[in-house]
């Protein structure tokens, strides 16, 4: 019996068969769940993981990037021995960050497979609590996301979508957690105007039930009217120069 669907939202084959290949080589059987968007029939990622979670029928899910390798066959299995640790009402990831701390906790390796380097400042040792996690890779109880759905209003996009539930899961009294288990993100990502919109309106959601936030890419600031359009303007402008200088 398996205990684990995956579910991938792609636009990139090459990328979409590596991750597949590598949930084969795995030491236990997981169902696969692939959305095919390369004719961009969704505009977020939020709007394609409400809809596929209707046909997970497994006690948990995993949402994983297309460009992600599990680079050890115990990878899922070491997972799911995590996945039995938390409650229902938690989310586990394999990136994550906390409020109170400047550092990135994560196992995982970013880049090509030839330039491997890990992705955060500091490395997890089995499983910790921290307060929002990464998008690469993350899930939980199955039953807990068909109930708490991913905010499509504010994650109108392909960011933070990961970084909004664990907010509100934390404010419902549920926990977050990171884990340790090491695997490839072949992206060291890009952030973009709609991840710095994106941040602001998270801002503005949340400024009632927290005074920071802080995201796994380093995104931190007080969630005050000020405090969170002062943070927006300067990251503004940090990227229209980075956009020039790339020209």
Request: with cysteine; charged share 25%.
């Amino acid at each position: 019996m398996k205990d684990i669907t995956i579910i991938c939202c792609w636009n990139d084959k090459k990328q979409y068969q590596r991750l597949i290949d590598s949930i084969k080589i795995q030491d236990i059987k997981v169902n696969i769940i692939g959305i095919d968007n390369r004719n961009q029939v969704y505009t977020s990622c939020s709007r394609a993981l409400n809809d596929a979670i209707y046909q997970v029928n497994t006690k948990y899910v995993l949402f994983s990037h297309q460009d992600i390798i599990f680079n050890s066959p115990t990878a899922l299995n070491r997972i799911l021995a995590y996945l039995n640790c938390i409650n229902e009402s938690d989310i586990l990831g394999v990136a994550g960050s906390s409020f109170n701390s400047i550092y990135v906790k994560t196992n995982v390796l970013v880049g090509n497979c030839d330039e491997l380097e890990y992705g955060g400042t500091e490395r997890v040792n089995g499983i910790e609590e921290c307060n929002t996690l990464d998008e690469c890779l993350f899930g939980g109880y199955t039953e807990y996301f068909r109930k708490t759905k991913f905010d499509e209003s504010i994650c109108y996009g392909w960011h933070l979508y990961a970084v909004e539930i664990c907010l509100r899961t934390m404010y419902n009294g549920g926990k977050i957690y990171v884990c340790d288990v090491e695997l490839i993100h072949k992206s060291k990502g890009k952030l973009d105007y709609s991840y710095n919109e994106m941040y602001r309106l998270l801002c503005k959601k949340y400024s009632g039930s927290y005074k920071y936030l802080r995201t796994p890419c380093c995104y931190y600031s007080g969630t005050s009217f000020l405090k969170r359009n002062i943070y927006y303007l300067k990251k503004l402008m940090g990227l229209k120069i980075r956009n020039l200088r790339d020209k």
